[in-house]
């Protein structure tokens, strides 16, 4: 099984800045839960494109930062992640955080949901929230250390 983390953009003009360390994280992340990477795509795309997505799979009639489609068999963590720019955006005002900490919150909620992590209920949603910190601080100190170019 190929192992592999793509960007990509649809309808907005973005592109993701330290793909490489976000990447490591992101590995790191699925490794430290006892799984194997495999295929993953960000999708970063507005609220047009993600609105039709929600109705569609989800039957929710809303807005939404991120949608998860998961793949992934055998431990191996796939799967395409959703994300509208604009609702992050939206959110990191709403939140008083910046748009890169909002960002990368919402891009491991997707793969935390890849690993197993719910948020249908208030214990769950607890449950994910503070992994997401957990990771969150982890990036922290990983996006420091001196790298080979």
């Known amino acids: 099984m190929h192992s592999a983390i793509s960007y990509n953009a649809e309808n907005v003009t973005f592109s993701l800045r330290n793909k490489k360390i976000v990447s490591e994280w992101i590995k790191k992340i699925i490794t430290l839960s006892g799984n194997k990477t495999g295929m993953i795509t960000y999708i970063f795309c507005d609220d047009k494109y ?23 068999e055998n431990r191996i963590i796939s799967g395409d992640i959703f994300i509208s720019i604009e609702r ?37 949603k607890l449950a994910m929230t503070a992994k997401e910190d957990e990771v969150l601080a982890y990036f922290e100190k990983i996006k420091n250390v001196p790298r080979e170019t």
Not at 88 to 112: D, I, P, Q, S, Y
Request: aromatic share 12%; net charge neutral.
């Open 50 to 72: 993600l609105y039709p997505l929600n109705k569609k799979y989800l039957n929710h009639d809303t807005y939404t930062d991120i949608i998860t489609f998961d793949y992934t």
């Open 88 to 124: 992050v955006k939206e959110n990191a005002k709403t939140n008083k955080k910046t748009f890169n900490n909002e960002l990368l919150r919402v891009m491991c909620h997707g793969v935390l949901h890849l690993i197993g992590f719910s948020d249908g209920s208030t214990p769950e």
